[in-house]
């Protein structure tokens, strides 16, 4: 057994875990953070992204005792209490999702493409392929990726308006 310490979603917590224990197990049953999901045990599928100081990383892929000291943000961390982050209202404005499985993961993985593409000082410009190529670490089931891919290209829009206005 290890103590893992980790802030998660702001808040520090303490978990005593077995040390083959992995990070998305910490998340849903210990701290009783279901949003985020496994849809595989092959590292395939980017049901279970979150961020980890502030990358987005497969939470099936690490151990918990990898991730001790580190931030840890789930899909439940990303709203401004009632006021949905710009990537999630942008899911539900162009019906980027059907039966929501993939969605907590897709979420968290495209802000992180929007974050990096910002920050290279691209603009906020990401175009249609580079977002398709991007997300191949995620997989959905339901909605043959077109609508997902229209509501990131929205969101990087509206990231970039929120920005700007911090
Ligand atoms: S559950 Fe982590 S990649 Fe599928
Ligand atoms: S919305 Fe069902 S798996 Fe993606």
Redesign the pocket.
């Known amino acids: 057994m290890s103590t893992v310490k980790l802030t998660v979603n702001g808040k520090a917590v303490s978990v005593d875990v077995e040390d083959r224990t992995l990070l ?1 197990h910490v998340l849903r049953d210990h701290l009783n953070l279901t949003g985020t ?13 979150v961020h980890m100081d502030g990358k987005a990383v ?4 690490m151990l918990a005792g990898q991730a001790d000291g580190s931030s840890v943000t789930t899909i439940e961390g990303i709203a401004k209490g009632d006021e949905l982050h710009p990537m999630q209202a942008a899911f539900r404005d162009n019906h980027g999702l059907q039966c929501g499985y993939c969605t907590p ?1 897709m979420i968290m993985s495209a802000i992180d493409i929007v974050q990096r593409h910002h920050s290279q000082g691209s603009g906020g410009q990401l175009d249609e392929a580079t977002v398709r190529q991007e997300l191949e ?1 995620n997989i959905c089931r339901c909605t043959g990726y077109h609508n997902i891919v229209k509501a990131v290209l929205d969101a990087a829009g509206r990231m970039k308006v929120a920005q700007a206005a911090e």
């Open positions: 998305v999901h496994v849809g595989c045990d092959t590292s395939q599928c980017g049901a279970c992204v497969k939470s099936c892929t993961g670490g």
